[in-house]
């Protein structure tokens, strides 16, 4: 199922839904709300009847009216709109039931417009970094931004950087728990997965037309849930908070701090690039450390992890003193196992 935000058949929910609001934990008869809207009792009914399927809880007590008891589990567009004080990113949302792969789906649709959010409660066909697939389990929440950068394409490792530093911000304002980043693209929580990045791009000869920042945020996932051979390495948004984390507040305050990091790679000013770049180095890991680089032919690179240059790249210092710029690749630090050699 594909649900675009609200039509304009959806008005009168929207305005039963704001009607409610506007009640609090209060009732609202059931003709003061068809005086409204402009409608029979019987289309309020209806109207109410209809929300319920989508997951609201309305309660129904005769002499009294409805009252709203609970929203839908699922974070439906409207739920996620009502509050988000952004600019410009997630003012268009576009939520699937499922769907093979949100960045694949926010790629080719070309109605999407800049800043627009693909999000799904379940992914089949889910994509992660260098090819290898992303599963999404029950309660892992994969969303993509569309964005039209004016970039050349040998900046959007910028993207990566920005969504990580986004994605800390936001994820410690929701949970207020201590995250930090292994370069590029993976956001840790005592050394454990909560969110994964894929940055697609597709340039013509010097820029970028269309980017899509894809993440995969671990917001409340049971870890027996993860794939077998990632669960020791994966966290969920809730086991950091230590108590459960709404969903809609958590993806308002991702998308918040999203808009800010991305605007400091977008807007031009290298005063504020600048900036960004010194907060992901704040949180990197992987800089100071040994590292092992494996680059998808398969080379290994040793050496000491320096620094993040001005594009994203990692520069690798080798035991024979040259600084390596590495722009691609798993990065092992060292005192964890190498890749494929178990846990
Ligand atoms: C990684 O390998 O760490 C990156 C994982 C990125 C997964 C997300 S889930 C939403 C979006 N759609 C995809 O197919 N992939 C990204």
């Not at 304009?8 to 009607?19: C, D, I, V």
């Not at 309660?59 to 410009?88: I, K, S």
């Not at 037309?209 to 390495?233: E, I």
């Not at 605007?263 to 992901?280: C, F, I, Q, S, T």
């Amino acid at each position: 199922m594909h649900r675009h935000p609200a039509p304009p058949a959806r008005a009168g929910a929207e305005r039963l839904l704001a009607l409610f609001r506007r009640a609090g934990e209060g009732f609202v008869s059931g003709s003061r709300m068809a005086a409204e809207l402009g409608v029979s009792r019987t289309a309020v009914w209806k109207q109410v009847r209809s929300l319920r399927e989508e997951g609201y809880r309305i309660a129904a007590v005769p002499h009294r009216g409805y009252r709203l008891t609970g929203l839908p589990a699922e974070p439906l567009p409207r739920e996620l709109a009502a509050g988000l004080a952004t600019a410009w990113l997630g003012r268009h949302l576009v939520a699937y039931e499922a769907v093979d792969s949100t960045n694949r789906a926010a790629m080719q649709d070309p109605a999407l417009p800049h800043g627009a959010v693909v999000y799904a409660f379940r992914q089949t066909g889910g994509r992660g970094r260098l090819g290898r697939a992303w599963a999404t389990p029950p309660g892992s929440l994969p969303f993509s931004v569309v964005l039209a950068p004016a970039l050349p394409p040998q900046r959007a490792q910028l993207l990566t950087l920005a969504a990580a530093v986004g994605l800390v911000r936001g994820i410690e304002a929701a949970a207020g728990a201590g995250l930090d980043i292994k370069w590029p693209n993976d956001v840790l929580w005592r050394g454990r997965k909560v969110a994964g990045i894929l940055t697609e791009a597709r340039s013509d000869a010097d820029r970028m037309v269309r980017a899509v920042v894809g993440v995969g945020l671990n917001v409340d996932t049971p870890r027996g849930a993860f794939p077998s051979g990632v669960g020791a390495r994966a966290a969920a948004v809730t086991e950091a908070a230590g108590r459960p984390v709404d969903v809609g507040d958590l993806l308002r305050a991702v998308l918040t701090a999203l808009e800010g990091a991305f605007d400091a790679v977008l807007d031009g000013d290298p005063a504020r690039l600048e900036g960004l770049l010194e907060a992901y180095r704040g949180r990197c890991v992987t800089l100071g450390r040994e590292v092992t680089v494996t680059e998808r032919a398969g080379a290994a690179l040793r050496g000491t992890a320096t620094g993040v240059d001005d594009l994203g790249a990692l520069t690798v210092r080798t035991g024979d003193g040259r600084t390596v710029p590495v722009y691609a690749g798993d990065v092992t630090l060292s005192s964890e196992p190498l890749p494929g050699r178990g846990p």
